[in-house]
């Protein structure tokens, strides 16, 4: 067995709530209760365009926290994923929304509710 293939539960909690949740945002505080501006931004985005998604607490764990900047190569939270992939974090995911990207993007992938 090599080090790449030893267990890395955090790792393996990402990589599973991304491929279990179509549209998934790692952010500060729960969609309900945001504890940061930026993630509240992002799930006010996801609310308007009526996306069905999970947010994930990274505040209930440092070391969620900081595996999911590993695990994405991004610095900063929130982080949107959808579908498995990367999608930016709060000032991407306004920039598309502004654009009208990622309202497209969510319909060409069939998630967002009728």
Not at 1 to 20: C, G, K, L, S, Y
Request: contains cysteine; negative net charge; charged residues 20%.
């Amino acid at each position: 067995m090599t080090d790449t293939a030893t267990a890395n539960p955090v790792h393996d909690f990402i990589a599973r709530t991304i491929e279990e949740h179509p549209v998934t945002l790692f952010m500060k505080g729960v969609p309900e209760q945001p504890q940061c501006g930026f993630s509240a931004v992002c799930v006010q985005i996801l609310d308007h365009l009526g996306a069905d998604f999970v947010g994930v607490n990274v505040l209930q764990n440092d070391d969620l926290r900081q595996g999911i900047k590993a695990f994405s190569d991004w610095p900063t939270i929130p982080q949107l994923y959808v579908q498995g992939e990367f999608v930016g974090g709060a000032d991407i995911v306004r920039e598309m929304f502004q654009s009208g990207e990622l309202k497209t993007l969510l319909a060409e992938k069939g998630l967002l509710e009728a």
